[in-house]
């Protein structure tokens, strides 16, 4: 069965530096998404991406942040200059269509910010 | 602010018997709704979409769709162990995004 993948798996930096977490989204699914979960606290929405360009953001996705899919198969989520509050763990998701349809996560990418 | 609400619990049931989980959403805009579950320090798994009001079965799971009420529930018959985990409700308005309860803790008991 078809599936999201990311990497890396986990992933500590230093306050400051440029993080760059992958995904790679099922592959005949047009929709691809990122989310975060703080420890202990809800599932947030950042981003959604569709024909090469975001179609919606949250506010939580400021200018620090950027995604892009640089090829056929990879959607990236970089983060410039991380901060503290940045530790989370990041779900990639991607679906085949946007109405009503379902978004499949990936494993997530344990970002710690030391 | 559109908001998902559901209790935090932990909801405990004895093993065989059946977990009611809740959940009330604020948009009444809201088109799609899920029920994931989560075990701790993984991903939200899809366990069932539903709609269209009125109940939804899969298996041991039934999802309940109220939208006058803006109240969604899923049911799981003959809980077992390995049913004990955080269930997430979500809900879509049609567009994008997903926006998510804080869950509700389930623990199955043998």
């Known amino acids: 069965e078809p599936e999201v993948t990311q990497t890396p798996s986990h992933q500590v930096t230093q306050m400051g530096q440029e993080v760059i977490l992958r995904c790679v989204p099922i592959?005949?699914?047009?929709?691809f998404y990122w989310y975060r979960q703080i420890l202990g606290q809800k599932v947030e929405f950042l981003v959604s991406?569709?024909?090469?360009?975001?179609?919606?953001k949250s506010e939580i996705f400021d200018d620090q942040f950027s995604v892009e899919r640089p090829d056929g198969s990879n959607f990236t989520l970089k983060i410039r200059s991380t901060k503290l509050e940045d530790s989370a763990m990041y779900f990639c998701?991607?679906?085949?269509?946007?109405?009503?349809?379902?978004?499949?996560f990936g494993p997530g990418t344990r970002l710690l910010v030391l | 602010q559109k908001e998902v609400e559901q209790n935090s619990g932990p909801l405990s049931v004895p093993e065989g018997a059946i977990a009611s989980l809740n959940c009330t959403y604020s948009?009444?805009?809201?088109?799609?709704f899920f029920w994931y579950r989560q075990y701790s320090g993984k991903s939200p798994e899809l366990i069932m979409f539903i709609y269209s009001n009125g109940d939804k079965e899969d298996g041991r799971f039934t999802a309940q769709l109220n939208k006058a009420s803006q109240y969604v529930s899923l049911l799981i018959r003959d809980s077992q162990p390995s049913d004990s985990a955080t269930y997430l409700c979500?809900?879509?308005?049609?567009?994008?995004?997903?926006?998510f309860g804080t869950g509700t803790q389930l623990k199955v008991e043998l």
């Open positions: 948009d009444r805009g809201s088109q799609s």
């Open positions: 991406f569709y024909n090469n360009e975001i179609s919606e």
């Open positions: 998701a991607s679906s085949r269509t946007q109405s009503q349809e379902t978004q499949y």
């Open positions: 592959s005949n699914h047009l929709y």
């Open positions: 979500a809900v879509s308005g049609g567009g994008n995004k997903l926006t």
